[in-house]
């Protein structure tokens, strides 16, 4: 059984920095595209950051994109998520999440194309 368990987050202030990790059990993640999405309260959840293995590809939102670096560590089956230069518009509840594709990251990072969730881990950027 794959589970995904997310850790790193918390309270931030603006214009600083967290950062994610998504650690894989159950599974190994070589053929495995990894995403990281974001739901803020009232909105949808959003894509953030996906990257595969297969192509080592990599994919940002133009929310993140210049401020987020998504990275894998096949060695010891995780993810993370660089957040630097974070804003109040960041606060939000972060899932990492996975997919099995050989596709590049940028053809499946999308919630409806993952399998299998992390139950999340609260970002708040606050002064």
């Known amino acids: 059984q794959v589970q995904l368990v997310e850790s790193g987050g918390g309270l931030v202030q603006p214009g600083g920095s967290l950062r994610l990790s998504c650690a894989a059990s159950?599974?190994?993640?070589?053929?495995?595209?990894i995403g990281w999405f974001r739901q803020a309260p009232g909105k949808e959840r959003e894509g953030l950051s996906c990257?595969?293995?297969?192509?080592?590809?990599?994919y940002y939102s133009d929310s993140v994109k210049g401020r987020f670096t998504i990275s894998r560590d096949n060695a010891v089956n995780t993810v993370d998520l660089e957040m630097n230069s974070l804003e109040p518009a960041d606060t939000a509840e972060y899932y990492c999440?996975?997919?099995?594709?050989?596709?590049?990251?940028?053809?499946?990072?999308?919630?409806?194309?993952?399998?299998?969730w992390g139950k999340g881990i609260s970002v708040t950027v606050a002064s």
């Open positions: 999440a996975a997919v099995l594709s050989l596709f590049p990251a940028h053809a499946v990072c999308g919630s409806t194309s993952m399998e299998y």
């Open positions: 990257i595969s293995r297969s192509d080592s590809s990599t």
């Open positions: 159950g599974v190994s993640l070589d053929y495995y595209v």
